[in-house]
């Protein structure tokens, strides 16, 4: 995943517990954004990019790409969502600029489009290029899933092959109403109106939630993140939920693949 932090960046750990910027003393740096725009109260306002910064953002979307060619990796997904450099140059709430890259939808997705054209051109057409975007911004007058649609269209016309549909990030006073697979309608309604696959995320925890995304054409793929964090194996266990051959199963993992026999009451010890 090739991804730019934009006014995100200089930030804590996530898992230490402490939100917003590093400060300057203790190693953190101005972030750059689209616009002069913090994302809240306790990220310190990023330095608005011009043209040249800009292109040398492309150029390094370029060199990230052929690193991963030559690292051997078979698929790339440029990171278009989530609040971070180019979902802040899409979505107005973040992008406030009057030049060639704000002020009308075009315009705010033109460095999107040109990361993906100049990441195509390296990438082999023989190996996956996915986009990753939020097809809402949660928040009124923000992003939103028809303009995710005409993005897509593009994107598609671009080369890229499959679009990876999440939501939010860009706002603090996005209110998101999750839920199981609270994302998906937005993946489908892309897969449906543009013409290109689409993956789905969020909430997806159960194999049969899963297979029944995919059966009834909502998404072309599903993505885990979350899920395979609590358990590395969820895809191996699925396979054995939803009947599988047990073919995807290492040889060595071959005698766990399930149990031969139920447990049964009787088989408990006080």
């Known amino acids: 995943q090739l991804a730019h932090a934009g006014r995100k960046a200089s ?20 972030p750059v954004g689209p616009s002069k725009i913090a994302f809240d109260p306790q990220h310190t306002p990023p330095s608005e990019l011009n043209e040249s910064q800009i292109r040398d953002i492309i150029d390094d979307f370029v060199a990230a790409a052929k690193r991963a060619l030559v690292a051997g990796f078979k ?25 060639s890259y704000g002020s009308c939808f075009e315009n705010r ?9 100049a990441v195509r051109e390296v990438w082999p057409e023989s190996l996956p290029l996915f986009v990753r975007v939020s097809a809402t911004d949660w928040v009124e007058d923000g992003w939103n899933p028809d303009e995710t649609v005409e993005l897509a269209k593009r994107l598609k016309g671009l080369g890229a092959d499959l679009i990876d549909v999440s939501s ?39 194999p049969a939630q899963a297979e029944h995304i995919l059966r009834t054409g ?19 266990h699925a396979d054995d939920d939803l009947g599988g051959n047990k ?21 408990l010890r006080d």
């Open 11 to 30: 930030t804590h750990r996530p898992w230490i517990g402490k939100h917003g910027s590093v400060k300057p003393e203790d190693g953190g740096w101005t």
């Open 75 to 99: 698929v790339v997904e440029i990171h278009a969502a989530h609040g971070y450099l180019l979902h802040q140059f899409l979505s107005p709430l973040s992008n406030q600029r009057r030049d």
């Open 109 to 117: 997705i033109r460095l999107t489009l040109q990361v993906t054209e």
């Open 168 to 206: 939010g990030g860009t706002s603090m006073h996005a209110e998101i109403p999750t839920g199981p697979g609270y994302q998906t309608r937005f993946a489908e309604k892309v897969r449906k109106e543009s013409g290109i696959a689409t993956g789905t995320v969020g909430m997806i925890t159960e």
């Open 218 to 236: 909502q998404a072309d793929l599903i993505f885990l993140a979350r899920e395979l964090l609590r358990d590395p194996y969820w895809p191996l």
């Open 247 to 267: 073919a995807t199963w290492p040889a060595q993992y071959q005698r766990a693949t399930s149990r031969e026999q139920p447990i049964h009451e009787s088989d």
